[in-house]
T-cell receptor, first 115, second 116 residues
């Protein structure tokens, strides 16, 4: 149980395009989903917290107009990187938790490369 | 201030030996949760073990155990009988309080290499 999927696993795009990353909880309902960013050989940095049906809460320094998060259902959250630039290249990883557990389960991550 | 401190950037252990990965944390909230995750080279974050601040006993999950010393604010991960497949990055994380939205603060990680 507690499986979280992410799609796509890898994406390469041109500078200026937008990229959408999906995060799905496959076998449980996720009341809260989180989006993290991880640079090579670094720790995970929380970007935003999203609760189903409400606006995401962004961490300080994360541009909400650049990183659009939508949590439309209890099993799906999307992160859209708008007008991507090479400095947005990173590993993006989502996690999900239910209302009854303290544990976050992570997706496999999406490696974004912006040329 | 760093909430989670992992002082060992890299560790080596021989196969079948036990290894302890250090983690100290900083919080003034009486209610918190501590987690360990494993991240192999593929990038996925694999949940290993959880310890709640009010749990009386140290958490154990198979070969993983958490040495929880509340007064010292430490939550070291002990891996017994190391296997080659245990080679990975290991992250300690903390969920602080109940008003934080359950977000996790991660340490910088420890890279573990298990040798034959």
């Amino acid at each position: 149980g507690a499986v979280v999927s992410q799609h796509p696993s890898r994406v390469i795009c041109k500078s200026g395009t937008s990229v959408k990353i999906e995060c799905r909880s496959l076998d449980f309902q996720a009341t809260t989903m989180f989006w993290y960013r991880q640079f090579p050989k670094k720790s995970l940095m929380l970007m935003a917290t999203s609760n189903e049906g409400s606006k995401a809460t962004y961490e300080q320094g994360v541009e909400k107009d650049k990183f659009l998060i939508n949590h439309a259902s209890l099993t799906l959250s999307t992160l859209t990187v708008t007008s991507a630039h090479p400095e947005d290249s990173s590993f993006y990883i989502c996690s999900a938790r239910t209302s009854t557990t303290d544990t976050q389960y992570f997706g496999p991550g999406t490696r974004l490369t912006v040329l | 201030a760093q909430k989670i401190t992992q002082t060992q950037p890299g560790m080596f252990v021989q196969e079948k030996e036990a290894v302890t990965l250090d983690c100290t944390y900083d919080t003034s909230d009486p209610s918190y949760g501590l987690f360990w995750y494993k991240q192999p080279s593929s990038g996925e974050m694999i949940f290993l073990i959880y310890q709640g601040s009010y749990d009386q006993q140290n958490a154990t999950e198979g070969r993983y155990s958490l040495n929880f010393q509340k007064a010292r604010k430490s939550a070291n991960l002990v891996i017994s009988a190391s296997q080659l497949g245990d080679s990975a990055m290991y992250f300690c994380a903390m969920r602080e309080g109940w008003n934080s939205g359950y977000a996790l603060n991660f340490g910088k990680g420890t890279s573990l290499l298990v040798t034959p």
